[in-house]
Every structure is written in C-alpha cells, then in structure tokens.
Nanobody
Framework: QLQASGGGVVQAGGSLRLSCQAS??????????FGWFRQPPGKEREFVAA????????AYADSVKGRCTISRDNAKSTVYLQLSNLKADDTAVYYC?????????????????????WGQGTQVTVSS
C-alpha cells in the first residue's frame, strides 16, 4: 500500500526529500495519518516524524527537529519528508508508515506499534 522513494547518497550538510505514496484510497470515512521512521545500521527502528490525518499537527524526534519537515499532498496521496543539513548519524533505512483514523483527527503517533501499514524502506546514506 505504501511506496517509498527518494533515498540515496548525500554529502553531509546536504538535503533530501523522501516521498511515500499510498496506493489505497480511503474514501471519506477514514484518512491516513502518516509517520516516518528510520533504522540506522545495527540499531532499532526509531521515530523521525509524524503528521496527523487533518495535516494540522506534526511531531518530530529531537534528533531531527529544526532540520526536518513532514508534509502531505492529498491529491497525490503522498507524504513527504524533507531533510536538510544532513549528518552522518542520519544514515539509515527510512520507512514510511500509515494508520487509518478519522479525517479530522489531530492526533500524531510516535510509536511504531500504532501504525498498521508500512512501506518497503528507502536507504539514505550521508557521506562525510
């Protein structure tokens, strides 16, 4: 249901935009709330950013706050993760995730167990 893209090799200090398209339409009863997670080499999957179904509320991990923006394009059923001033510690496989909720919901979820749908992951490598 979720197709992530946009990863690659970027120099430290550079920027990258990841995309994640949801292939399943939700209709009017439900909407997707999205999250981005990442898994650095040899580490657990960790929260990066989240966006409410209403698209009015966001949450960011402290490690990316100020360098990261999550946004969505409802017409394209796509969520984006803009990363800037990339550091070596940002190297990871990035996963998008989604959960169904009411369209007006302002809740943001940082826990990976709260998401039902996951993309296949896209590798981001930051070179120094």
């Amino acid at each position: 249901q979720l197709q992530a893209s946009g990863g690659g090799v970027v120099q430290a200090g550079g920027s990258l935009r990841l995309s994640c398209q949801a292939s399943t339409r939700t209709g009017g009863t439900y909407a997707h709330a999205f999250g981005w997670f990442r898994q650095p080499p040899g580490k657990e999957r960790e929260f990066v950013a989240a966006l409410s179904a209403s698209a009015t509320n966001t949450a960011y991990a402290d490690s990316v706050k100020g360098r990261c923006t999550i946004s969505r394009d409802n017409a394209k059923s796509t969520v984006y993760l803009q990363l800037s001033n990339l550091k070596a510690d940002d190297t990871a496989v990035y996963y998008c995730a989604a959960r169904l909720t009411a369209p007006q919901s302002t809740a943001v979820s940082t826990g990976k167990n709260l998401y039902r749908y996951w993309g296949q992951g896209t590798q981001v490598t930051v070179s120094s």
